[in-house]
């Protein structure tokens, strides 16, 4: 719609306001300044055995679970994401600050809420640790019906709609936002300070594990 037309009918730019640029001049952050991989977390836990300067964490420990499982093991991930947030996340921010985890894909996104979910109570975790899930359109999965809208829920049981759902997460109800497509750039979150980026999962078959 914009820029300088071009013979073919189509435009070019006029100008490009670059990510590099936009960082260079302060008005984002860089988060790879501060980003790990699994392959330097694993490394990381294999190592503290032989180095006592490095503390054993259930995050840690967690990790070293995983190289013996199925990469792609989503009970393992949850379990590894879950761990760090008390170990790294609860601890910044004057003990508010919060993780997001951005997903392959609106199934992928499901999948993990449903996962985190069962973590969270199988563990005890409920008192101070909850999810919210963003996706946009509708998944299905194992012939069941899945909206945002309809997984999001206050702690009264209300349901949260799109545009309740950055102010729920600013409150001290939520820990932990599951993305998929939505919120991975311009989030204004101030409280926003871990981020999962589980971006290079398979493709997921249709499950039957997750209730409606």
Same mark, same amino acid.
């Given at each position: 719609?914009?820029?300088?037309?071009?013979? /073919?009918?189509?435009?070019?730019?006029?100008?490009? @306001?670059?990510? *590099?640029?936009? !960082?260079?001049?302060?008005?984002?952050?860089?988060?790879?300044?501060?980003?790990? #991989?699994?392959? #330097?977390?694993?490394?990381?836990?294999?190592?503290?055995? /032989?180095?006592?300067?490095?503390?054993?964490?259930?995050?840690?420990?967690?990790?070293? *679970?995983?190289?013996?499982?199925?990469?792609?093991?989503?009970?393992?991930?949850?379990?590894?994401? !879950?761990?760090?947030?008390?170990? !790294?996340? #609860?601890?910044?921010?004057?003990?508010?600050?919060?993780?997001?985890?951005?997903?392959?894909?609106?199934?992928?996104?499901?999948?993990?809420?449903?996962?985190?979910?069962? @973590?969270?109570?199988?563990?005890?975790?409920?008192?101070?640790? /909850?999810?919210?899930?963003?996706?946009?359109?509708?998944?299905?999965?194992?012939?069941?019906?899945?909206?945002?809208?309809?997984?999001?829920?206050?702690?009264?049981?209300?349901?949260?709609?799109?545009?309740?759902?950055?102010?729920?997460?600013?409150?001290?109800?939520?820990?932990?936002?599951?993305?998929?497509?939505?919120?991975? #750039?311009?989030?204004?979150?101030?409280?926003?300070?871990?981020?999962?980026?589980?971006?290079?999962?398979?493709?997921?078959?249709?499950?039957?594990?997750?209730?409606?």
């Amino acid at each position: 719609m914009f820029g300088k037309r071009q013979s /073919d009918g189509s435009y070019r730019r006029f100008h490009v @306001y670059s990510m *590099r640029q936009v !960082i260079e001049e302060g008005f984002i952050l860089d988060v790879l300044k501060n980003c790990m #991989t699994y392959e #330097t977390s694993y490394r990381i836990a294999k190592d503290t055995p /032989d180095n006592p300067e490095i503390p054993t964490s259930k995050g840690v420990k967690t990790i070293r *679970r995983f190289q013996e499982l199925h990469p792609h093991n989503l009970q393992q991930k949850t379990a590894i994401m !879950i761990e760090q947030f008390p170990d !790294i996340t #609860t601890n910044k921010i004057g003990g508010k600050a919060k993780a997001m985890v951005v997903t392959a894909s609106c199934l992928h996104a499901v999948r993990y809420y449903y996962e985190f979910k069962r @973590y969270i109570e199988a563990k005890g975790y409920g008192d101070h640790l /909850d999810i919210l899930i963003a996706f946009s359109g509708v998944v299905y999965d194992g012939g069941i019906e899945y909206r945002e809208t309809g997984m999001n829920k206050t702690k009264d049981g209300s349901s949260i709609s799109e545009n309740q759902l950055k102010n729920e997460f600013r409150t001290g109800d939520f820990n932990v936002l599951i993305v998929a497509e939505k919120y991975q #750039t311009g989030f204004d979150e101030p409280l926003l300070h871990t981020m999962f980026v589980e971006k290079n999962s398979p493709v997921l078959k249709p499950s039957k594990l997750y209730p409606n």
